[in-house]
């Protein structure tokens, strides 16, 4: 069974996509040769908000709206981290079938090492003008994900994020503040909810601050903040929202108390998400806002005493505001 969490995960990540010809070119010019030590130690920089360290690709700087990197021609590369993952259960999925069957084009795929670690990365093409890489890496205690987007036409780009793979450094015992880069504030007094843990730039909520179950039919919250692009309304990352939920097993989604007013004076979309899941009612509320280039999404989900829930999760999102 394919655990909430992930299922969450995957949303947060199909919300970041706006959904390779010459590969001969991509192996010999930019593939992912070794690259030597003396030129790492003076170009390595590390992600903020995470343990990884690489050499940005070539014109690219550190993102201030989520945990990677960016370029000034809208290409991004975008790491989620899970400490607490296995890159070999993980991994599983990472087929050019799964792929395909999300409906892209799979143009590349391989097996290969990062920072002596097991890793795959895909070359996939979900838009006719947009391009993605995804490489996840790691071992059974923990497994990260990059995926970056590019104009299909810019083969540079493409090149210069290949090469920079080879680069990346993994410190397992870098401590990180995990409210270090969130872009969102909340307080959570006047609820039961309490925050849990990071991954992957995204914050878990659970009652009292468990230890998030993905497994469990408690009730949980994830907070994520992504790049607005491309002017994209509340409305517009919700309805990717949506159809991130029925690919990956929520069905007979109806929407309902649906809200477009202003929330905390931003622009805002709210909903209540029923559906299906694994035979079974589930709830999904929802709270999308928006300032200028940055989003937030709120993302509730409840499989039992809804009502309760629901409340509880409102009380919470209340006090959502941009930092």
Same mark, same amino acid.
Request: proline share 3%.
């Given at each position: 069974?394919?655990?909430?969490?992930?299922?969450?995960?995957?949303?947060?990540?199909?919300?970041?996509?706006?959904?390779?010809?010459?590969?001969?070119?991509?192996?010999?010019?930019?593939?992912?040769?070794?690259?030597?030590?003396? %030129?790492?130690?003076?170009?390595?920089?590390? /992600?903020?908000? $995470?343990?990884? *360290? &690489?050499?940005?690709?070539? @014109?690219? #700087?550190?993102?201030?709206?989520?945990?990677?990197?960016?370029?000034?021609?809208?290409?991004?590369?975008?790491?989620?981290?899970?400490?607490?993952?296995?890159?070999?259960?993980?991994?599983?999925?990472?087929?050019?079938?799964?792929?395909?069957?999300?409906?892209?084009?799979?143009?590349?795929?391989?097996?290969?090492?990062?920072?002596?670690?097991?890793?795959?990365?895909?070359?996939?093409?979900?838009?006719?003008?947009?391009?993605?890489?995804?490489?996840?890496?790691?071992?059974?205690?923990?497994?990260?994900?990059?995926?970056?987007?590019?104009?299909? %036409?810019?083969?540079?780009?493409?090149?210069? /994020?290949?090469? $920079?793979?080879? *680069? &990346?450094?993994?410190?397992? @015992?870098? #401590?990180?503040?995990?409210?270090?880069?969130?872009?969102?504030?909340?307080?959570?007094?006047?609820?039961?909810?309490?925050?849990?843990?990071?991954?992957?730039?995204?914050?878990?909520?659970?009652?009292?601050?468990?230890?998030?179950?993905?497994?469990?039919?408690?009730?949980?919250?994830?907070?994520?903040?992504?790049?607005?692009?491309?002017?994209?309304?509340?409305?517009?990352?919700?309805?990717?929202?949506?159809?991130?939920?029925?690919?990956?097993?929520?069905?007979?989604?109806?929407?309902?108390?649906?809200?477009?007013?202003?929330?905390?004076?931003?622009?805002?979309?709210?909903?209540?998400?029923?559906?299906?899941?694994?035979?079974?009612?589930?709830?999904?509320?929802?709270?999308?806002?928006?300032?200028?280039?940055?989003?937030?999404?709120?993302?509730?989900?409840?499989?039992?005493?809804?009502?309760?829930?629901?409340?509880?999760?409102?009380?919470?999102?209340?006090?959502?505001?941009?930092?």
């Amino acid at each position: 069974m394919t655990k909430i969490r992930n299922r969450l995960l995957t949303i947060l990540v199909m919300a970041l996509l706006s959904a390779c010809s010459d590969q001969d070119n991509i192996t010999n010019n930019g593939n992912l040769n070794n690259v030597s030590e003396k %030129s790492l130690d003076n170009q390595l920089i590390n /992600i903020p908000g $995470s343990r990884i *360290s &690489i050499i940005p690709p070539e @014109n690219f #700087k550190v993102s201030d709206l989520f945990i990677g990197l960016q370029n000034d021609e809208n290409a991004a590369m975008q790491f989620y981290e899970l400490p607490d993952g296995n890159f070999f259960s993980n991994a599983i999925n990472f087929t050019k079938e799964n792929f395909e069957t999300k409906g892209v084009k799979v143009l590349k795929m391989e097996d290969l090492s990062i920072a002596d670690y097991q890793a795959k990365y895909v070359i996939v093409q979900s838009q006719p003008q947009i391009n993605n890489v995804s490489l996840v890496f790691g071992d059974s205690t923990f497994s990260v994900m990059m995926n970056a987007m590019y104009m299909s %036409s810019s083969q540079e780009t493409e090149k210069q /994020i290949l090469k $920079s793979f080879n *680069s &990346i450094k993994y410190d397992k @015992n870098l #401590k990180i503040d995990p409210f270090a880069l969130a872009k969102f504030s909340i307080d959570e007094s006047n609820t039961k909810f309490k925050f849990s843990s990071q991954n992957a730039g995204s914050f878990f909520y659970t009652i009292d601050g468990a230890k998030f179950d993905p497994s469990s039919d408690e009730p949980s919250i994830v907070i994520s903040s992504i790049p607005r692009m491309d002017g994209m309304s509340p409305n517009d990352i919700s309805q990717r929202n949506i159809a991130g939920l029925e690919q990956n097993g929520i069905s007979r989604i109806e929407q309902k108390n649906i809200s477009t007013k202003d929330f905390n004076g931003y622009l805002a979309y709210e909903a209540e998400l029923h559906g299906i899941l694994e035979g079974k009612k589930c709830i999904f509320y929802q709270m999308i806002l928006c300032e200028g280039e940055k989003a937030i999404i709120f993302l509730g989900a409840v499989r039992g005493d809804f009502d309760k829930n629901l409340q509880e999760i409102k009380n919470l999102v209340k006090t959502l505001k941009f930092k």
